[in-house]
């Protein structure tokens, strides 16, 4: 006898970014950058369903030097 117990869920993700303008660039840098990924819900816990996150910038976006 097999018994089967799925258990569904449903997670909201919040994905954004903040940038701060530096008082004094450092280098070429003008910018302080903040990515960011939680959970709508402050309830769960996105620690134990993530364990990666990969940004990918855009191919236009020039590396800086």
Do not use: M
């Not at 003008?30 to 769960?44: I, V």
């Amino acid at each position: 006898c097999l018994l089967l117990y799925v258990k569904y869920f449903q997670v909201v993700i919040e994905v954004g970014h903040k940038a701060q303008r530096l008082k004094e660039p450092i280098g070429e840098f003008l910018y302080k950058w903040n990515l960011f990924l939680r959970s709508a819900d402050e309830r769960q816990h996105l620690d134990k369903l993530v364990s990666k996150v990969v940004f990918n910038l855009h191919e236009t976006f020039k590396e800086p030097c």
